[in-house]
């Protein structure tokens, strides 16, 4: 799989390069934004962006990756680890955000679990006026493409899978952001709302007092 890394520190970049590497990526790697932005568009399986970067901000670099690939991986690396800052990494669009210092075999087993976490399903499935093209990662909505960051098809995905079924923010803080995510669980609570606000047509209802669930029926 091809990943880019966008590292300023020389030495640490060196280091993640050759762990990614040792672990089978193909890896690209950056020091700066204005090295990193002229890529944007090349067909990559991850990125990793360390937020500051000396030219420019690594949120900007996420947000203009998941303008371009709502669905590609993307990991945030900072040495910021308010909890602000992490909502905000969640809140642009990024899969995950790892706090400076870490070990680099860390990473790589995060970067490992993003890519296990890709639906991998040939068919699509359709409620309603809602289509989910589960190998693509695209879903439409009345016949239109419908721009889901990744993070948001994740949790459409996974509730579409299980019909009916409800589950607690525990629960789907587990699966959408895995074991090793210490925040808060509101962090569900806004995922939803976003998906909400982007399309009305999505059955995902709030089982009051527990979580949520899918709602709707494959047609």
């Known amino acids: 799989m091809i990943c880019y890394l966008v590292e300023d520190e020389e030495n640490l970049n060196t280091l993640l390069t050759f762990s990614l590497k040792q672990e089978g990526y193909d890896v690209t790697s950056f020091l700066t934004y204005n090295e990193a932005v002229d890529h944007l568009e090349d067909d990559v399986d991850a990125w990793i962006v360390d937020i500051n970067l000396p030219d420019g901000s690594g949120l900007d ?15 945030i690396t900072s040495a910021r680890d308010s909890e602000i800052d992490k909502l905000l990494g969640l809140e642009i669009g990024s899969d995950d955000y790892i706090t ?50 990744s993070k948001e098809f994740d949790m459409i995905a996974m509730f579409s899978k299980h019909p009916n079924q409800a589950f607690t923010r525990e629960q789907l803080l587990y699966k ?7 925040g808060s669980d509101r962090v569900v609570d806004d995922l939803i ?12 209802e709030t089982v009051y007092g527990f979580g949520y669930r899918w709602c709707g029926h494959e047609d």
């Open 176 to 182: 959408i952001w895995g074991d090793d995510y210490f």
């Open 61 to 75: 670099l996420v947000k203009e990756i998941k303008s371009i690939y709502p669905s590609k991986k993307v990991l």
């Open 100 to 149: 400076k210092p870490f070990l680099p075999r860390e990473l790589t087993i995060r970067l490992n679990r993003l890519m296990k976490s890709v639906v991998k399903n040939t068919s699509n499935k359709t409620f309603g006026l809602v289509e989910i093209d589960y190998e693509k990662r695209l879903i439409y909505v009345e016949g239109k493409m419908a721009d889901f960051t």
């Open 193 to 204: 709302r976003r998906i909400r606000k982007k399309s009305s047509h999505l059955p995902i």
